[in-house]
């Protein structure tokens, strides 16, 4: 067994064992509005990645039972003080029980993007899957992996002013009116803006151990991020239930960074923006943290290498028997993504390594690297 498998089956062996210890799934998060409970995870900067966002959620939300008055259930918010959140997604129920999903995002120089999508009564008491970004100039707002709306922003990064993240609920004043009425499942964070066919890609599995800083609350009984450790805790009547959605976890690790990236102006986190599972065309590795629009390679191989080799003031983490490169640029948020299409024809467990570097002043010789990301086809 080369090290590379057996790196991410010691990380597999790992997450199943905390997971098979905690409830399992068909558990999902249950919220009454008008009734105080939530999931709270305390500030860190990886909740306002710079880089961009994809916030991902299953729900359930039942607007027949919703109180009168002023309302605004909330699936996810960062920064709960008052007119200081980064970003927001909750229904604008508003006075009158309105319809109305809204993804906000606020960015630096106080700048916001807001994303509206109406549905009908009863629309939403079957899971529906939500999901919304940011990359950096526009946001967008997905339903089951469809877009249904964009905004234009100007073209800042997210505006961290710190603050908690919040999970079914949103600021505190007026008392509960902003807690969520309905379900929640699968919340996950990723620090960059997915495409359609990545958010289509994923939305019907449940993620563990995702690498590159991307944050996955399952909520199967439990508030644990199995991904980034971001761990939240339930406050209130934040119920754990039973539920109808099934979501099957893949049978091998999503993946794991190997080596370490090169000091530089970083740092850098490398992940993929879709499973890598043979026939997915869609499939790119993704590394945040580069420069901006800054020239950029990206190393494949079949497998990491046992010791890195010293290239120009950065180690190279990959097999040089099996490397190719491409090359590529960063984009303005400095996230670099090259497509790697996946054939159909790839055997499950067969290893794949990717490695990303970068011309950047912040180098020693004027380039940097990330780490490795290694991971075996699903």
């Not at 498998?5 to 009454?32: D, E, F, K, M």
């Not at 709306?149 to 997210?158: D, R």
């Not at 490398?270 to 580069?290: E, H, K, M, R, Y």
């Not at 996946?342 to 002043?361: E, H, I, K, R, T």
């Amino acid at each position: 067994m080369t090290r590379a498998i057996a790196n991410c089956s010691l990380a597999l062996a790992a997450t199943l064992a905390t997971l098979a210890a905690l409830p399992g799934q068909n558990v999902g998060l249950a919220l009454t509005n008008g009734i105080d409970g939530y999931v709270e995870i305390p500030y860190d900067p990886a909740l306002v990645p710079a880089t961009g966002i994809t916030l991902e959620a299953w729900i359930t939300y039942d607007d027949s039972t919703l109180p009168a008055g002023w309302r605004y259930p909330t699936v996810v918010r960062q920064n709960i003080t008052p007119q200081q959140e980064a970003y927001f997604l909750r229904i604008e129920a508003g006075n009158s029980g309105q319809r109305t999903l809204r993804w906000k995002v606020v960015t630096q120089g106080n700048g916001a993007a807001v994303c509206d999508w109406s549905f009908t009564p009863g629309q939403l008491l079957t899971w529906t899957h939500v999901a919304a970004t940011y990359d950096g100039n526009t946001a967008a707002l997905y339903i089951d992996g469809n877009q249904v709306s964009t905004a234009p922003a100007n073209g800042q990064p997210l505006w961290d002013r710190g603050g908690e993240l919040r999970i079914g609920k949103g600021d505190d004043s007026g008392g509960p009116i902003e807690v969520w009425n309905g379900e929640i499942d699968e919340v996950r964070l990723w620090p960059f803006a997915r495409s359609a066919a990545e958010i289509q890609h994923d939305k019907d599995f449940a993620l563990a151990l995702v690498p590159g800083a991307v944050s996955t609350w399952n909520l199967d009984g439990h508030t644990l991020d199995t991904s980034n450790n971001l761990f939240g805790s339930a406050i209130g009547a934040a119920n754990f239930l039973n539920n109808s959605l099934v979501l099957p976890f893949l049978p091998l690790a999503s993946g794991v960074e190997v080596g370490t990236g090169t000091a530089g102006c970083g740092p850098f986190h490398i992940t993929f923006g879709s499973l890598p599972q043979a026939g997915n065309l869609d499939f790119q590795p993704v590394c945040t943290g580069a420069p901006p629009n800054a020239p950029t390679f990206l190393a494949i191989a079949f497998q990491t290498a046992a010791t890195p080799l010293a290239i120009a003031g950065i180690e190279f983490w990959l097999d040089q028997g099996s490397s190719v490169l491409v090359l590529s640029t960063t984009d303005g948020a400095g996230v670099s993504r090259h497509p790697a299409p996946l054939p159909a024809w790839l055997p499950v467990g067969q290893q794949l390594a990717f490695q990303y570097g970068f011309v950047d002043g912040c180098g020693s010789q004027g380039v940097t690297a990330s780490a490795a990301l290694e991971t075996l086809c699903q």
